[in-house]
T-cell receptor
């Protein structure tokens, strides 16, 4: 079966750095996405990785290792507004997205 | 530029009732899809469409119908609502690989 694993919940301090891990087992791989979802709102696109390595976008970076079936989202200089759920999704061999259940990130002052 | 518009935002149905969730996009995206989101689970694909006149089933299609007569609209019909269909429903579109999906604001459906 296809599976995406992420921690259910993480807590971090304002101004710090946090790394959210995602491991996947899917039938084929055609890219990995990270989304941010604030409570009661729709997911919004953060990043896309299709090749191994690190992609940086401002305070957010995303890393991919296809051989290990592993990705992480790194958030730097955490702000209170970063409190949200972070969803990992993999596009499989049929080009459909398989979604993890999401990681709820709690930021404390 | 509205992006993806979903209506209604909230709905309460009685078991056995039918209804249509509306999704409209003005981005000229060929690909449109419907997901449901339940607590503790990842988004699950209900139906999707790769263009006008073409639809296909996703992971959890039972109890739902779709049609795609235009590029802009992709309605989701609940044929006979059941409590198991209580969920948050999202419509999402994309232009292709490497580009993220754009989601509508969601419909929170409760079936009693």
């Amino acid at each position: 079966g296809q599976n995406i694993d992420q921690p259910t919940e993480m807590t971090a301090t304002e101004g710090a750095i946090v790394q959210i891990n995602c491991t996947y087992q899917t039938s084929g791989f055609n890219g990995l996405f990270w989304y941010q979802q604030h409570a009661g709102e729709a997911p919004t696109f953060l990043s896309y990785n299709v090749l191994d390595g690190l992609e940086e976008k401002g305070r957010f970076s995303s890393f991919l290792s296809r051989s290990k079936g592993y990705s992480y989202l790194l958030l730097k200089e955490l702000q209170m507004k970063d409190s949200a759920s972070y969803l990992c999704a993999v596009k499989d061999s049929n080009y459909q997205l398989i979604w993890g259940a999401g990681t709820k990130l709690i930021i404390k002052p | 530029n509205a992006g993806v518009t979903q209506t209604p935002k909230f709905q309460v149905l009685k078991t056995g009732q039918s209804m249509t969730l509306q999704c409209a996009q003005d981005m000229n995206h060929e690909y449109m899809s419907w997901y449901r989101q339940d607590p503790g689970m990842g988004l699950r694909l209900i139906h999707y469409s790769v263009g006008a006149g073409i639809t296909d089933q996703g992971e959890v299609p039972n109890g739902y119908n779709v049609s795609r007569s235009t590029t802009e609209d992709f309605p989701l019909r609940l044929l006979s609502a059941a409590p198991s269909q209580t969920s948050v429903y999202f419509c999402a579109t994309t232009t292709g690989d490497g580009y993220g999906y754009t989601f509508g604001s969601g419909t929170r459906l409760t079936v009693v």
